[in-house]
């Protein structure tokens, strides 16, 4: 079966430094894909960054990069130069290889960027 | 990406009712989900939309409590029916992005509170 662990349940960070957010997956797919998503205070939910399986680089995203270690299955979320804003929750994803396009979530890295 | 609106974005409700939350897109996607987000949880699915037809629901979630409907590319509601205090999560809306890595994308949730 298919499953998403975020062993840090939180995170801190001062601002303008580095942080990186660790996501491990099972899947014994060849093909699936892995999504980062960013859930403010306010609940929704803000698309962050995309892996494929089979892409041969880390995805980056202007300060969001996603260390992508496809033996380790790991894919961790690296976000450069810390904001305040970045205090949030952060969920790893992955879509299921079905047709059925299902994300399935960790449960998530609480981060709290300090001035 | 597609914009996404969720009515109401949040409410109080007594047990024994029911709640029905919109979701409308500006554009016209395939594929509708809806999530669950209880207190300091993550997301769980409850149901794909699917347009013209019966939602298809995951394990642990029926129709009776959660029915849903998807008349159009566009549009979809979910109703959570006789409601109880452990019904108070967020509700969230997500559309297939086709083009590109097939993204999910979410609507701003709904938070609802039933005392």
């Known amino acids: 079966a298919q499953k998403i662990t975020q062993t840090q349940p939180g995170m801190f960070v001062q601002e303008k430094e580095a942080v990186t957010l660790d996501c491990t997956y099972d899947t014994s797919d060849p093909s699936y894909g892995l999504f980062w998503y960013k859930q403010p205070s306010s609940g929704e939910m803000i698309f962050l960054i995309y892996q494929g399986s089979y892409d041969q680089q880390n995805a980056t995203e202007g300060r969001y990069s996603l260390n992508f270690q496809k033996a380790r299955k790991s894919a961790n979320l690296v976000i450069s130069a810390s904001q305040l804003g970045d205090s949030a929750m952060y969920f790893c994803?992955?879509?299921?290889?079905?047709?059925?396009?299902?994300?399935?979530f960790g449960s998530g890295t609480r981060l709290l960027v300090r001035p | 990406s597609a914009v996404i609106s969720q009515k109401p974005s949040r409410d109080i409700c007594q047990r024994g009712t029911s709640l029905t939350i919109q979701c409308q897109v500006d554009s016209q996607v395939t594929m509708m989900f809806w999530y669950r987000q209880q207190p300091g949880q993550s997301l769980t699915l409850i149901a794909t939309a699917n347009q013209g037809s019966e939602a298809t629901y995951e394990s642990g979630f029926v129709i009776d409590k959660f029915p849903i409907s998807r008349p159009n590319l566009t549009f979809s509601t979910l109703t959570v029916s006789n409601m109880s205090p452990e019904d108070s999560s967020i509700y969230l809306c997500?559309?297939?992005?086709?083009?590109?890595?097939?993204?999910?994308?979410f609507g701003p949730g709904t938070r609802l509170t039933v005392l």
């Open positions: 997500s559309v297939l992005d086709s083009l590109g890595a097939d993204t999910q994308y």
């Open positions: 994803a992955m879509r299921m290889t079905d047709s059925s396009y299902k994300l399935i």
